[in-house]
């Protein structure tokens, strides 16, 4: 079945960086696209940036912009989120996410979920 373990987060503090991984197992990962979503009590799921199959194409939300980096290395099953300058708002429970096409990454929910992981950004 498909798998999706993320980790990589933990406590900072605001100016600090964390990097994010997700290991896949148990689908064809390289034709995927790949999400990383965060949630935090009180507001909406955030989709926080995706990548393409072949990692060419790139999203980020406009809150993360200059910060974060996304990429993933295909030969591993791995996707990445690097964030630097973290901020307070930053803080959620972190997701990684499959979509099918890189279309599916906005209109549609994503495939599959992983469990999440914490970040958690003190000031």
């Known amino acids: 079945q498909v798998q999706l373990a993320e980790s990589g987060g933990g406590l900072v503090q605001a100016g600090g960086s964390l990097r994010l991984s997700c290991a896949a197992s148990?689908?064809?990962?390289?034709?995927?696209?790949m999400v990383w979503y965060r949630q935090s009590p009180g507001k909406r799921r955030e989709l926080v940036s995706a990548i393409s199959n072949g990692g060419a194409s790139t999203k980020y939300a406009d809150s993360v912009k200059g910060r974060f980096i996304i990429d993933r290395d295909n030969s591993k099953n791995m996707v990445y989120l690097q964030m630097n300058n973290l901020e307070p708002d930053d803080s959620g429970v972190y997701y990684c996410?499959?979509?099918?096409?890189?279309?599916?990454?906005?209109?549609?929910?994503?495939?599959?979920w992983g469990q999440g992981t914490q970040v958690t950004v003190s000031s």
């Open positions: 148990g689908f064809i990962f390289r034709i995927n696209a």
């Open positions: 996410a499959t979509d099918r096409s890189w279309a599916a990454v906005i209109s549609a929910e994503p495939d599959n």
